[in-house]
Nanobody, 124 residues
Framework: QVQLVESGGGLVQPGGSLRLSCEAS????????IGWFRQAPGKEREGVSW????????YYAESVKGRFTISRDNAKKTVFLQMNSLKPEDTAVYYC?????????????????WGQGTQVTVSS
């Protein structure tokens, strides 16, 4: 059964950095598009970034472009989200999700498998 486990969240001051990890089990990253999403209190879940397995293409939402970097380690079956220059508005629960095949939409409904989420809080 496909499982995703996020880790790496925490409390950080504005301008700081965190690296989130998403460890996948029971599937090959090359076959999937892995997306990172976030949900702040009272707001809808929104897409942050995706990494397409077969060709390694990446995409970032405008709100994080230039600050966040998505990458993967195939041997460890892990996808990372390096978050730099964090802002208070980045505070949210961050989820990784997987879609079998290619998806460039970052639409929540297109992703079949989800992790449990990890809390990121940016505050002084």
């Amino acid at each position: 059964q496909v499982q995703l486990v996020e880790s790496g969240g925490g409390l950080v001051q504005p301008g700081g950095s965190l690296r989130l990890s998403c460890e996948a089990s029971e599937f090959t990253l090359d076959d999937y598009t892995i997306g990172w999403f976030r949900q702040a209190p009272g707001k809808e879940r929104e897409g942050v970034s995706w990494l397409q397995g077969t060709y390694g293409r990446t995409y970032y939402a405008e709100s994080v472009k230039g600050r966040f970097t998505i990458s993967r380690d195939n041997a460890k079956k892990t996808v990372f989200l390096q978050m730099n220059s964090l802002k208070p508005e980045d505070t949210a629960v961050y989820y990784c999700a997987a879609h079998l095949g290619i998806d460039y939409s970052l639409r929540v409904r297109n992703y079949e498998y989800w992790g449990q989420g990890t809390q990121v809080t940016v505050s002084s």
